[in-house]
């Protein structure tokens, strides 16, 4: 056992918040130029975009720092962002937050986002379409305790039970999450980036960072990332009761979810 996992998680937790808060308190200038916000909901490919710039070796972007796991019971949430944006030492820094954690750290989403544009920082959103694709995928991840792959296939041979009305409940949620997003960006200046067309296939992958480069005014790179695709084109292949989920989604009204050629077929091939 190392030191690390010596040190209980409660103290971790402690010592991170205080870092990022003397960080904060002490640094007057950041050390880069630029910097943004990801704005994106769970299970829209935000890990993998942030793998891909993060390769970049002029860019440092962080997961969700606002996560009440990572940092719980925030006392002042504005000065931890200010602490962790100080300590970067990249040319580009960015974090990624969700419009449901900034609301468990108390802080107004519309409010928030207009600061970042007054204080010079950019905004790039996140979506993706298919609000079944994305419940299955947090399903099978809460199953398997595993929210990132870097193995290809790593599913196969393995099939999960998914409560099919929990399930639906999932998918209106990120329905509704997704017309508040629209809502609130509706003034704001962004960049939007849509899971399906820019990042669920790896031939979209440069074309897309590409497109973050030129909107933050960096120089653009080629970019790898160590991230692998995890549910197979054919969901009932990992989905055991694949029928009863189908059934539950079309008698909810969902059944344009299940439309998903997009993810069968990549621009390659079908080129």
């Not at 802080?107 to 905004?123: M, N, Q, S, T, Y």
């Not at 590409?210 to 005014?217: G, I, K, M, P």
């Amino acid at each position: 056992m190392n030191v690390r996992q010596r040190i209980p998680s409660v103290v971790r937790k402690q010592v991170r918040a205080a870092r990022g808060y003397a960080s904060g308190m002490i640094c007057k200038r950041p050390r880069h130029h630029r910097f943004f916000v990801l704005l994106s909901g769970g299970r829209r490919g935000s890990n993998l975009l942030i793998d891909l710039l993060n390769s970049h070796t002029d860019f440092s972007v962080d997961g969700e720092i606002l996560n009440p796991h990572a940092v719980p019971q925030m006392l002042a949430p504005r000065l931890y962002l200010r602490g962790c944006r100080m300590r970067s030492r990249c040319d580009c820094y960015g974090f990624k937050v969700s419009v449901r954690k900034l609301k468990l750290q108390r802080l107004e989403p519309a409010a928030f986002l207009r600061k970042v544009i007054r204080d010079g920082g950019c905004i790039v959103h996140l979506d993706r379409t298919n609000a079944l694709r994305s419940a299955i995928s947090r399903e099978i991840a809460h199953a398997r305790g595993r929210h990132v792959e870097t193995t290809e296939n790593p599913l196969q041979g393995q099939s999960f039970h998914i409560d099919s009305n929990q399930l639906v409940d999932s998918v209106c949620l990120r329905i509704s999450g997704r017309r508040a997003e629209t809502e609130l960006l509706k003034n704001v200046p962004h960049l939007s980036l849509n899971y399906e067309h820019d990042l669920l296939w790896a031939e979209s992958h440069q074309r897309t960072c590409d497109r973050v480069f030129r909107y933050l005014d960096c120089e653009i790179q080629s970019v790898s990332t160590t991230h692998a695709k995890r549910s197979p084109p054919d969901l009932s292949q990992v989905v055991s009761n694949y029928d009863e989920v189908v059934t539950a989604v079309r008698r909810a009204g969902l059944g344009q979810f299940l439309n998903d050629d997009e993810y069968r077929n990549s621009p390659a091939s079908a080129a």
